[in-house]
């Protein structure tokens, strides 16, 4: 197998950007791959090491407020990811790492420049949004429900450059309407940790903007299937209690 | 004991009839309402019970209920102990202890980590031990840094005498506020949370200790006794003389886990490890003498071997010898269910309890390669978020035979098959015992998850 021809994964920094199994998205997205015959090169950049330009899709994950601003700062003055996002490398941020793609970001009570990746800026909410995350995809990315667990102290308010990735049915996500956002090949979530393991679509489809292939052959997903009916089914059931 | 006034000496009283009545009346054990009883007639009450107890608490992520156990066995030489044995570890749980308890010279509490600030000052205790601190449901505890700093503040200015694991940065960093501390090498098997330095923020360099360590005393696996780290025991700096003996290696970040013996240093500042007076030399720990005690545990695996080292410690400061207070920790079969074995349908079934990835870690160097039962839950106790079973690599499973189980079977599910490791899902424990060949099942759970088990073992101890 050529290295020329492996998909690149890349887990930027690790060392700041890895609170709550963060890995996940790097297991999910390399075994998808490799199911499908696919040959999947992983490599971990600690914030002390440049960030490769060439690798073929980036995972930044969720992180205490000093090491999300340490991350920026690190990310700025590297230039890689913006280098890589310019060649439309495909992006998947998670909390702290989605809030650091935008314009600014708060911080340890500070205003912290962001990579400015993404048209949205983050503050803090008037609580900190913790509990079972679910929205309605963006049709044009064609994905089923969104679903997963969120636990931040910050509302993202979007510009005219992105779009939201979900419609909020449950959680707060960007602010109680709207959640995530994307544009081009970069997508952000408040649904932290293992993301990809709840939503096997969202990991496909970040595998097909990566390779350009159109569709790719299925998988047996009866185990994830049985996960996000349970978890839909729960937040159902909550709303059905409070709204009835 | 000193004269308690009135008001205690009534707290007290209503405080003990009230956990004996909610006993007879099947409500619970009686270590928690009690002691809110009490405390609601005497906010004092808990300072009032401790007065003229000596006191040691234990706190710390994981570990805290067992090293109780064995701490309160190693005291027991020394005369009467009180003690909060049902992990009832907040401040309504010490105080139903300590009223149950009557007069004792000696008292060894389990302390949330949170709650170690409070308990500090109301209970004015001599010792604290902390044992490890990491990532356990973030979803509403603190984050681990703000933990070491909570400890650190709480602990700037007092006058106690800390007991504290020399392996865990974070530990270390909380515990460096005073020069009142015994370092023990406890060992830190989960690496994630301290690759950061809590002081600085510079990163964490590990060098691995090349001394393979027995699995299991009990094994037969052959001793290291008389090599290896003994030098540290005898009190030598951990400095070129120590880096010799071990191999240098840089782990990968996220894989979880690494050595659990690594010496490490903050490559930016003077935060390091510090020279531990007590450590673990294969099967035997060494004493600041250079004194080596043969450990002889019923309960499993490295981390309480490392649990036996804190045990023995504190109560040297007390003034216990640990050649008197180790037999006394191998009278120790289980832990409120914790370790139990029990035998059913034909099975012999051991539990074991783990709440975080470093505790799952740890359960994984316990159980031995038999079929295997993982239940998970996410009720309250556990914390609602189950992203941390992603944290946890379950590779030392492969080829065993896996069931799985609990509230949160299916996240389980997701994360095995991504582990690519093979898995058969059952509804019930029942299920799961027929689902067993006669012979040994390892029973792996998170907190309520074991709870449920033990409860279906007719809440065996």
């Given at each position: 197998m050529s290295t020329e021809s492996a998909l690149r994964i890349v887990w930027v920094y690790p060392d700041l950007l890895s609170t709550y199994g963060d890995r996940g998205n790097l297991l999910s997205l390399s075994r998808r791959a490799d199911l499908r015959g696919l040959p999947v090169e992983c490599c971990e950049v600690r914030s002390d090491q440049p960030v490769p330009v060439d690798a073929d899709i980036y995972l930044l994950g969720g992180g205490e407020d000093g090491p999300q601003a340490l991350a920026a700062e690190r990310l700025t003055a590297d230039g890689g990811l913006r280098r890589a996002v310019d060649r439309r490398a495909v992006v998947l941020a998670v909390c702290a790492g989605y809030q650091l793609l935008g314009e600014s970001f708060f911080a340890k009570g500070q205003k912290c420049p962001g990579l400015g990746l993404l048209d949205l800026r983050s503050d803090r909410g008037p609580t900190r949004a913790v509990g079972e995350l679910a929205g309605e995809v963006d049709p044009e990315l064609g994905l089923p429900t969104l679903t997963g667990f969120e636990n931040h102290g910050g509302r993202t308010h979007l510009g005219p450059g992105v779009r939201a990735l979900a419609k909020v049915t449950a959680g707060i996500g960007n602010d109680g309407a709207t959640e995530g956002a994307w544009s081009g090949s970069v997508l952000g979530t408040y649904s932290h940790g293992p993301a990809l393991s709840r939503n096997p679509a969202l990991a496909d489809l970040l595998l097909r903007w990566a390779t350009g292939l159109d569709a790719l052959e299925p998988l047996d997903d009866v185990w994830a299937s049985k996960l996000r009916g349970e978890r839909l089914g729960t937040v159902r059931a909550r709303e059905s209690r409070t709204t009835g | 004991m000193p004269r308690k006034p009135l008001r205690a000496k009534l707290a007290t009283s209503v405080s003990k009839g009230a956990a004996a009545l909610s006993r007879a009346a099947g409500r619970g054990d009686g270590a928690v309402i009690g002691g809110r009883l009490g405390l609601m007639i005497d906010p004092e009450l808990l300072a009032h019970l401790s007065d003229g107890r000596r006191i040691a608490l234990i706190s710390g992520t994981n570990g805290k209920t067992t090293t109780t156990r064995l701490t309160t066995a190693a005291l027991g030489v020394l005369g009467p102990v009180a003690t909060n044995s049902l992990g009832a570890n907040m401040p309504t749980g010490h105080t139903s202890a300590l009223a149950k308890a009557g007069d004792t010279p000696y008292a060894v509490l389990e302390v949330d980590e949170h709650y170690l600030p409070q308990v500090l000052v109301s209970t004015s205790a001599e010792v604290v031990a902390l044992l490890n601190l990491s990532r356990d449901q973030l979803d509403r505890a603190k984050e681990v840094a703000m933990m070491a700093q909570l400890w650190r503040d709480a602990l700037q200015g007092r006058t106690v005498h800390l007991v504290a694991n020399a392996d865990d940065p974070m530990v270390v960093w909380a515990a460096s506020?005073?020069?009142?501390?015994?370092?023990?090498?406890?060992?830190?098997?989960?690496?994630?949370?301290?690759?950061?330095?809590?002081?600085?923020?510079?990163?964490?360099?590990?060098?691995?200790?090349?001394?393979?360590?027995?699995?299991?005393?009990?094994?037969?696996?052959?001793?290291?006794?008389?090599?290896?780290?003994?030098?540290?025991?005898?009190?030598?700096?951990?400095?070129?003389?120590?880096?010799?003996?071990?191999?240098?290696?840089?782990?990968?970040?996220?894989?979880g886990g690494g050595a659990p013996?690594?010496?490490?240093?903050?490559?930016?500042?003077?935060?390091?490890?510090?020279?531990?007076?007590?450590?673990?030399?294969?099967?035997?720990?060494?004493?600041?003498?250079?004194?080596?005690?043969?450990?002889?545990?019923?309960?499993?695996?490295?981390?309480?071997?490392?649990?036996?080292?804190?045990?023995?410690?504190?109560?040297?400061?007390?003034?216990?010898?640990?050649?008197?207070?180790?037999?006394?920790?191998?009278?120790?079969?289980?832990?409120?269910?914790?370790?139990?074995?029990?035998?059913?349908?034909?099975?012999?079934?051991?539990?074991?309890?783990?709440?975080?990835?470093?505790?799952?870690?740890?359960?994984?160097?316990?159980?031995?390669p038999e079929p295997t039962l993982l239940s998970i839950n996410a009720r309250d106790p556990d914390g609602l978020d189950t992203s941390w079973l992603f944290d946890v690599d379950f590779s030392p499973l492969a080829g065993r035979s896996v069931l799985i189980t609990g509230d949160r079977a299916f996240d389980l599910a997701v994360r095995l098959e991504v582990n690519e490791i093979p898995f058969r899902h059952v509804r019930t424990f029942a299920e799961a015992l027929g689902a067993t060949p006669p012979g040994r099942l390892e029973v792996i759970a998170n907190y309520t998850a074991f709870q449920d088990i033990r409860a279906e073992l007719d809440r065996v101890n």
């Open positions: - | 506020v005073t020069d009142q501390v015994t370092w023990v090498a406890a060992g830190q098997r989960w690496h994630d949370d301290s690759w950061v330095c809590p002081k600085c923020g510079g990163a964490i360099e590990r060098v691995e200790v090349s001394v393979e360590l027995p699995r299991d005393p009990l094994a037969g696996a052959p001793s290291t006794a008389g090599e290896g780290t003994a030098g540290e025991g005898a009190g030598e700096p951990t400095g070129a003389d120590v880096v010799e003996v071990e191999t240098a290696s840089q782990p990968t970040i996220g894989s013996d690594a010496d490490w240093r903050c490559t930016n500042c003077d935060l390091r490890r510090p020279t531990p007076q007590w450590t673990i030399d294969g099967t035997a720990v060494v004493d600041p003498d250079g004194g080596h005690h043969e450990i002889s545990l019923q309960l499993p695996g490295r981390v309480n071997r490392a649990n036996a080292a804190v045990a023995l410690a504190v109560a040297a400061w007390f003034g216990a010898s640990p050649a008197d207070a180790m037999p006394r920790l191998a009278e120790v079969a289980s832990v409120a269910g914790r370790y139990a074995q029990v035998q059913r349908d034909g099975k012999a079934i051991r539990l074991l309890l783990a709440k975080n990835p470093a505790g799952w870690l740890e359960a994984f160097d316990m159980a031995d």
